[in-house]
């Protein structure tokens, strides 16, 4: 059920008999949705890819490059999907970038658990080229500084993997280099360190 909706049939339950109530069950985005947050750029068996990272936030967070912490373990985990430019709505062909980096979000390597994948459609564990079972890097170079009444910050990095494909009809691995230099969005309870 969405939101708008939930909140309308709450307001005429609650509401005196005599009152009029308006729902509106539709939302007016801006032009510019989603507002674009960066880039991913690099190169895949040698050949140039590049893709975009949005801000699909209405109220919550729902960016495609964000950093949040583990409830119990507290443990930092950096994730950057990146879109066609100028297309973010097409879930096909996106590339996912996701490393944890300990309990500190801080420039340097990631820790554990990281992969680098290509994903063919929506479906995440559908048809991709992936850095499972292999080694992959994620690196992030520099965090920017903390923006008043923001919850992003911007950074930059890089990462490298030999990809291989599921489910896919690709016979043969493939070498990807990228660099990322975008904005991120970070939980408010994260220990950032920029140096």
């Known amino acids: 059920m969405r939101f ?7 307001l005429l339950a609650a509401a005196p008999t005599t009152a009029q109530v308006v729902v509106d069950g539709g939302e007016d985005l801006p032009a510019n949705y989603p507002p ?10 040698g050949k140039p890819v590049a893709w975009a990272t949005y801000d699909f936030s209405i ?9 949040t912490s583990d409830w119990d373990t507290k443990v930092v985990n950096l994730q950057i999907i990146g879109y066609t430019p100028g297309d ?8 996912r970038l996701k490393g944890d980096f300990g309990t500190v979000l801080r420039p ?5 658990a990281v992969e680098i994948a290509i994903l063919r459609t929506r479906d995440w564990d559908g048809a991709r080229l992936t850095s ?8 992030i170079d520099s965090i920017g500084p903390k923006v008043p009444d923001s919850y992003s910050r911007h950074m930059t990095g890089h990462a490298s993997a030999e990809l291989c494909p ?7 691995c493939k070498t990807i280099e990228l660099r990322f230099d975008t904005d991120v969005q970070v939980g408010s309870e994260l220990t950032i360190e920029t140096k």
């Open 4 to 10: 708008a909706a939930a909140i309308g049939i709450l």
């Open 88 to 95: 973010p709505q097409n879930d096909r062909m996106r590339v």
């Open 166 to 172: 599921k489910k896919w009809l690709f016979k043969s």
């Open 59 to 67: 109220g919550a967070f729902d960016a495609s490059a964000g950093a």
């Open 36 to 45: 674009k947050m960066g880039d991913i750029t690099g190169t895949l068996d």
């Open 108 to 112: 340097g390597p990631a820790t554990a």
């Open 132 to 139: 499972e079972g292999n080694h992959a890097e994620l690196v």
